[in-house]
């Protein structure tokens, strides 16, 4: 039986099994997608003529604690990778360990960061060790699906825009290496912008680019680079992603469709980034920082061809219409798209103060020195990842608290349970109320998403992570609540005393309602009109988060985390509920901004 060659890239262009071969592909993240509809998003992307899924790895679900793997239920890897296959689709492999992605921390899990001397994405022992660990898991699982062993994975990329990052000039090698000797043996590239092209790569990889604009040269100076060898725009940026408090990106569909087809017409390949984003579930939103720390939203709709629901946007149409002509067969015709509800709005019934949660909680950890949250003895002492941590300590007296910027990110604060204000990286100097009385000085302090690109991935301890001061001089003795907002510890608050909300409402706090879905569920979009900031759970899922300052005014909630009857939903409220949970049929971006007029967009 003759040897299946795979994809090579020994030409101006591409070959799969020695014959002519391009490219037309698109991401689409499984994690970012409940699995029930990995079957719809891949059969839509077929029928818009894509014929090579794309898709990063992100490490940070795989291995949450160190050494616990999960590759199970909406993480089974190998189930999205043997679907594309059966769908008819070719699949490229980004499997970092750095993915960037919007993710938090790029997808690397933060327990790494409890080692002081870390240096992440080089090659330090702590790092590369931990990398070999996951790599074992990881590759075993997937070697067996590339092109040369029968399945669809034709190429792997090594790392992700390191020349953006580039610190160690022995990483790269060291991650094709990591990759090979793990039986990776089909196409191995590399993927950076233009200016990190000349420092992103590593011999023997073929280097791919990426950009939204057709501007400076940038195709020419890849082609210039790697003389008879295929182009590949490995992101052509469809939209962009959105933070808090901050316009929503759009990228106009025909500007869109006709950057794509002068690349086509000049023979390069292209994969679109996004096809279809998806939604960062859960506190999985990353963060941007070139000079100012800005949170990401848990929408990752990214103005892509098909919507944050899967629904068919211009762009899709405009797509189609050009990738049929690249086709010698018909593509297939999109299928229909899902029922959408409008459900009855919900009145909270119940609610629970987060002071009485506590009790729910872990038990607190005493320290004497302000303690990050990846450094409490929590998770089998790796540390807590995500949500908020609750400190307590005891002050004599009123006066100037100063968060020296220690704070990360934001921090509601109390004393005696009495909110005062708010510090984070803009406010960082409270006035106390006077008292002579020993009273309790609480600051409840969220993670609102850890920096997934730039230089300051190292530095991405959250919680409290210096000394806070009280009239110049630093707090200690702290009660540190983990109120990481997992699903153990919702279970637990579920089966304890709730109050009717003809009571006392008392913030933070729980708020408790029930949704009744009559015949098969469909998707919808949650609104929390008169909410300000909070976390939403639906039947124990966490729909991220919503904040009054936009540009997101909703949560996609998909149906198939919904079930006939009754269905459980909770919010985490920081400072002021609406009462009502309204549902909408489509989702409201807010106010937008053109991204093609944006210059951000062109240097990431």
């Given at each position: 039986m003759a040897e299946r060659q795979g994809l090579r890239a020994e030409s101006c262009h591409f070959t799969l099994q020695g014959a002519p071969f391009r490219i037309l592909g698109g991401s689409i993240h499984y994690f970012r997608v409940p699995r029930a509809y990995w079957r719809d998003r891949l059969l839509k992307m077929r029928a818009c003529g894509i014929n090579t899924l794309s898709t990063y790895v992100p490490w940070n679900l795989h291995e949450p604690e160190k050494g616990l793997f999960n590759f199970k239920d909406h993480l089974d890897l190998e189930a999205f990778i043997c679907l594309a296959e059966e769908l008819g689709l070719w699949v490229i492999l980004r499997p970092g360990p750095y993915i960037c992605a919007e993710w938090d921390l790029g997808g690397?899990?933060?327990?790494?960061?409890?080692?002081?001397?870390?240096?992440?994405?080089?090659?330090?022992?702590?790092?590369?060790?931990?990398?070999?660990?996951?790599?074992?898991?990881?590759?075993?699982?997937?070697?067996?699906?590339?092109?040369?062993?029968?399945?669809?994975?034709?190429?792997?990329?090594?790392?992700?825009?390191?020349?953006?990052?580039?610190?160690?000039?022995?990483?790269?090698?060291?991650?094709?290496?990591?990759?090979?000797?793990?039986?990776?043996?089909?196409?191995?590239?590399?993927?950076?912008?233009?200016?990190?092209?000349?420092?992103?790569?590593?011999?023997?990889?073929?280097?791919?680019?990426?950009?939204?604009?057709?501007?400076?040269?940038?195709?020419?100076?890849?082609?210039?680079?790697?003389?008879?060898?295929?182009?590949?725009?490995?992101?052509?940026?469809?939209?962009?992603?959105?933070?808090?408090?901050?316009?929503?990106?759009?990228?106009?569909?025909?500007?869109?469709?006709?950057?794509?087809?002068?690349?086509?017409?000049?023979?390069?390949?292209?994969?679109?980034?996004?096809?279809?984003?998806?939604?960062?579930?859960?506190?999985?939103?990353?963060?941007?920082?070139?000079?100012?720390?800005?949170?990401?939203?848990?929408?990752?709709?990214?103005?892509?061809?098909?919507?944050?629901?899967?629904?068919?946007?211009?762009?899709?149409?405009?797509?189609?219409?050009?990738?049929?002509?690249?086709?010698?067969?018909?593509?297939?015709?999109?299928?229909?798209?899902?029922?959408?509800?409008?459900?009855?709005?919900?009145?909270?019934?119940?609610?629970?103060?987060?002071?009485?949660?506590?009790?729910?909680?872990?038990?607190?950890?005493?320290?004497?020195?302000?303690?990050?949250?990846?450094?409490?003895?929590?998770?089998?002492?790796?540390?807590?990842?995500?949500?908020?941590?609750?400190?307590?300590?005891?002050?004599?007296?009123?006066?100037?608290?100063?968060?020296?910027?220690?704070?990360?990110?934001?921090?509601?604060?109390?004393?005696?349970?009495?909110?005062?204000?708010?510090?984070d990286y803009r406010t960082q100097e409270l006035a106390l109320p006077k008292g002579k009385d020993a009273r309790t000085l609480s600051l409840l302090v969220e993670n609102c998403g850890r920096v997934n690109y730039g230089e300051a991935l190292d530095a991405q301890h959250k919680g409290l992570v210096g000394d806070i001061l009280l009239n110049h001089t630093p707090l200690k003795r702290f009660a540190v609540h983990s109120m990481d907002m997992t699903p153990s510890f919702l279970n637990r608050s579920h089966s304890g005393k709730w109050n009717s909300m003809t009571e006392s409402l008392v913030y933070p706090g729980f708020f408790k309602g029930t949704l009744h879905v009559d015949g098969e569920p469909r998707d919808t979009f949650i609104k929390l009109p008169g909410w300000m900031k909070g976390v939403v759970f639906v039947n124990g899922n966490n729909l991220g988060r919503y904040w009054c300052i936009g540009p997101q005014k909703n949560l996609y909630l998909p149906g198939p985390w919904l079930k006939t009857g009754n269905n459980q939903i909770t919010v985490f409220e920081e400072q002021r509920a609406g009462g009502t949970i309204v549902f909408a049929e489509n989702p409201e971006h807010g106010r937008t901004i053109d991204v093609s007029r944006h210059p951000f967009c062109t240097i990431i």
């Amino acid at each position: 039986m003759a040897e299946r060659q795979g994809l090579r890239a020994e030409s101006c262009h591409f070959t799969l099994q020695g014959a002519p071969f391009r490219i037309l592909g698109g991401s689409i993240h499984y994690f970012r997608v409940p699995r029930a509809y990995w079957r719809d998003r891949l059969l839509k992307m077929r029928a818009c003529g894509i014929n090579t899924l794309s898709t990063y790895v992100p490490w940070n679900l795989h291995e949450p604690e160190k050494g616990l793997f999960n590759f199970k239920d909406h993480l089974d890897l190998e189930a999205f990778i043997c679907l594309a296959e059966e769908l008819g689709l070719w699949v490229i492999l980004r499997p970092g360990p750095y993915i960037c992605a919007e993710w938090d921390l790029g997808g690397l899990p933060s327990w790494l960061l409890r080692d002081k001397d870390m240096k992440l994405r080089t090659t330090y022992s702590g790092f590369t060790s931990a990398v070999n660990s996951y790599f074992d898991k990881l590759m075993h699982r997937v070697a067996r699906l590339q092109f040369s062993n029968g399945g669809p994975i034709i190429a792997v990329q090594v790392e992700n825009e390191y020349g953006s990052y580039f610190k160690d000039d022995s990483y790269m090698k060291y991650i094709k290496e990591a990759l090979m000797s793990r039986g990776i043996t089909e196409l191995l590239l590399t993927s950076d912008n233009r200016e990190g092209l000349r420092c992103g790569g590593v011999d023997g990889v073929l280097k791919t680019i990426n950009l939204q604009k057709l501007s400076y040269g940038a195709m020419q100076s890849l082609a210039e680079m790697q003389p008879e060898k295929p182009l590949l725009v490995m992101e052509y940026w469809s939209g962009w992603f959105d933070v808090w408090g901050e316009p929503h990106h759009i990228y106009p569909a025909e500007e869109m469709t006709a950057v794509i087809s002068e690349l086509l017409e000049r023979g390069a390949s292209i994969n679109l980034y996004m096809f279809h984003g998806g939604t960062s579930f859960g506190f999985m939103s990353g963060a941007v920082d070139l000079g100012i720390y800005k949170p990401q939203i848990s929408s990752y709709d990214y103005d892509a061809p098909l919507s944050e629901c899967g629904d068919y946007t211009l762009k899709y149409h405009l797509l189609r219409s050009l990738l049929t002509n690249y086709h010698s067969e018909p593509v297939p015709e999109p299928p229909p798209l899902q029922d959408r509800a409008v459900y009855e709005a919900v009145l909270v019934s119940q609610h629970m103060s987060l002071w009485d949660s506590l009790q729910y909680a872990e038990k607190p950890f005493k320290s004497e020195d302000p303690i990050s949250m990846e450094n409490l003895p929590v998770h089998n002492s790796n540390g807590q990842s995500y949500g908020y941590t609750l400190y307590e300590t005891t002050i004599l007296s009123g006066g100037s608290l100063n968060s020296r910027n220690n704070i990360r990110d934001r921090a509601l604060v109390f004393v005696d349970r009495q909110f005062v204000g708010i510090l984070d990286y803009r406010t960082q100097e409270l006035a106390l109320p006077k008292g002579k009385d020993a009273r309790t000085l609480s600051l409840l302090v969220e993670n609102c998403g850890r920096v997934n690109y730039g230089e300051a991935l190292d530095a991405q301890h959250k919680g409290l992570v210096g000394d806070i001061l009280l009239n110049h001089t630093p707090l200690k003795r702290f009660a540190v609540h983990s109120m990481d907002m997992t699903p153990s510890f919702l279970n637990r608050s579920h089966s304890g005393k709730w109050n009717s909300m003809t009571e006392s409402l008392v913030y933070p706090g729980f708020f408790k309602g029930t949704l009744h879905v009559d015949g098969e569920p469909r998707d919808t979009f949650i609104k929390l009109p008169g909410w300000m900031k909070g976390v939403v759970f639906v039947n124990g899922n966490n729909l991220g988060r919503y904040w009054c300052i936009g540009p997101q005014k909703n949560l996609y909630l998909p149906g198939p985390w919904l079930k006939t009857g009754n269905n459980q939903i909770t919010v985490f409220e920081e400072q002021r509920a609406g009462g009502t949970i309204v549902f909408a049929e489509n989702p409201e971006h807010g106010r937008t901004i053109d991204v093609s007029r944006h210059p951000f967009c062109t240097i990431i």
